[in-house]
């Protein structure tokens, strides 16, 4: 009778679901009828990092190797290019990437995707709804378009642009340039014999006007990484992260010095190689500390409106792909977003990581990824633990569900009676109390 009252109770505080497509409520039906009553979790996992971890700990899961039969498998992208087209799958199964994820990860294709979804709303909906997607620097995938860029770059003299190839990571390739004569030399360098034009095709670049005046604290310049869940693409239903962090260059900004890796680029894999990196201090600030700060400096409204335009891109994003990425109910992903801001704090997307990494940095770091990947788990919830209609799932706040998701509490109180976008990023993240009021225990536990 607890558990009843309790699963009452669960489900009370998940809230009103929006009301929208009937197959929405027919997916979330279905959802819940195929992770019903399973109590041990085969799982197939490719990292060796932080995932390990927390499949490792999870109650009723069990890891197979080689070729073993699995219920869930975490792997690389890599592992799905070569096997998801030749592996049959079960309904009850789940596996950690989208067929043609990369329509929204690699840099060409998401500014490609872009463009054309920005077009098609210029179109259908008018200029201002278009502006709305004004968010990514001006972009040229080279050297397919590199007259185009040319003529956009003879236009504004003296301009710094970024190279970078469409298919790393982890700042590995990418350098700024003034003049064209560093691009004829890159040229150059880049050319492949036949026998590798299969590799000059992976290797294209984009050329991405630089952010040349950066949101600074104590003069270093910094990116937001921010994890976005998909657990369908239709109808789209994404959720957003609570905690997230900013990644610090671990050199004052200038643009004196742009062959300085350490002063541009702020991927911890570039900056803990800087010969003045303290691995103890790290060069990270959690996301609620960051809003925190900016609070204090420019008010609760102007940040208000600033972390608003950042849900305003996850969301464009995502629409932009949605068309285009194959959706498979078998499919779930976790984006890792680089947001960059600048000093009239406008946010830019530099990119979407398909595999943002789960190896920490720190003891902090590594905490954050632990509960980042356990409640991605509860979402995708093989083990039937959830009714389909939760709105906050420990972390994570269901921000689009066929449509915009609103908060259950409206400003009625304050005399306000506008919809509030479900969405707290940087806000505090309570998720162990949330939890406890909203799972069923797993099969053989009870409730504490």
């Given amino acids: 009778m607890k558990d009843k009252n309790a699963l009452a109770q669960a489900v009370g505080m998940a809230g009103v ?8 409520a027919a997916y979330n039906s279905q959802r819940k009828k195929e992770g019903e009553g399973r109590s041990c979790i085969k799982y197939r996992c490719g990292l060796t990092n932080t995932i ?31 096997n998801f087209d030749h592996s049959y799958m079960e309904e009850h199964v789940r596996i950690c990437h989208f067929r043609n994820h990369y329509e929204l990860t690699r840099k060409n294709l998401m500014v490609k995707n872009l463009k054309r979804y920005r077009k098609t709303l210029e179109r259908e909906a008018g ?67 036949e026998e590798q034009k299969d590799e000059a095709q992976v290797e294209s670049y984009v050329a991405q006007r630089y952010i040349e005046n950066p949101y600074l604290i104590a003069g270093r310049k910094f990116d937001l990484r921010v994890y976005v869940l998909v657990t369908s693409y239709i109808p789209l239903k994404a959720w957003l992260y609570r905690d997230g962090f900013a990644r610090f260059s671990n050199t004052r ?27 103890e201090k790290g060069c990270k600030w959690q996301m609620q500390q960051l809003r925190c700060y900016l609070t204090a400096k420019h008010g609760f409204e102007t940040v208000q409106t600033l972390f608003k335009e950042v849900d305003n891109i996850f969301i464009r994003s ?3 792909v949605q068309k285009t990425i194959i959706n498979d109910k078998h499919c779930f992903e976790l984006y890792g977003y680089d947001i960059l801001m600048d000093q009239d704090l406008k946010p830019w997307l530099i990119e979407v990581n398909a595999s943002p990494s789960l190896t920490a940095s720190s003891q902090e770091d590594y905490d954050l990824k632990y509960r980042l990947l356990e409640d991605t788990l509860h979402i995708v919830d093989m083990e039937g633990r959830l009714t389909g209609k939760e709105k906050r799932v420990g972390g ?13 509490v409206g400003l009625e109180a304050l005399g306000c009676s506008c919809l509030v976008a479900n969405t707290h990023l ?13 799972l069923k225990p797993f099969p053989g536990q009870k409730r504490t």
């Avoid at 679901?17 to 929405?24: C, E, R, S, V, Y």
């Avoid at 956009?152 to 390739?173: L, N, Y």
């Avoid at 010095?257 to 990196?277: C, E, F, G, R, W």
């Avoid at 994570?396 to 259950?408: E, K, Q, R």
Wanted: hydrophobic content about 35%.
């Fill in 17 to 24: 679901i929006q009301q929208t497509a009937g197959h929405k």
């Fill in 127 to 193: 200029r201002l709804e278009a502006a709305k997607c004004d968010f990514f620097p001006r972009t040229f995938v080279l050297p397919s378009e590199y007259h185009i860029f040319v003529e956009e770059f003879k236009r504004s003299p003296g301009s710094t642009w970024i190279m970078k190839p469409v298919a790393r990571s982890q700042g590995k390739g990418i350098f700024l340039f003034r003049k064209l004569k560093d691009i004829i030399d890159w040229r150059k360098d880049g050319t492949r014999s």
């Fill in 318 to 320: 995502l629409l932009s």
């Fill in 52 to 82: 390990q971890d927390v499949l490792n700990q999870r109650p009723g899961w069990v890891e197979v190797k080689d070729d073993g039969e699995w219920d869930f498998n975490w792997c690389d992208v890599g592992w799905l290019r070569e």
């Fill in 396 to 408: 994570f706040d269901l921000m689009w569900n066929d449509g915009p998701v609103y908060t259950d």
């Fill in 426 to 438: 940087g806000c505090v993240n309570d998720r162990q109390k949330q939890l406890q009021h909203l």
């Fill in 253 to 279: 900004f200038s643009l004196n010095s742009i062959d300085d890796q350490y002063v541009h680029l702020t991927n911890v894999a570039v900056q803990k190689t800087a010969p003045d990196y303290d691995p």
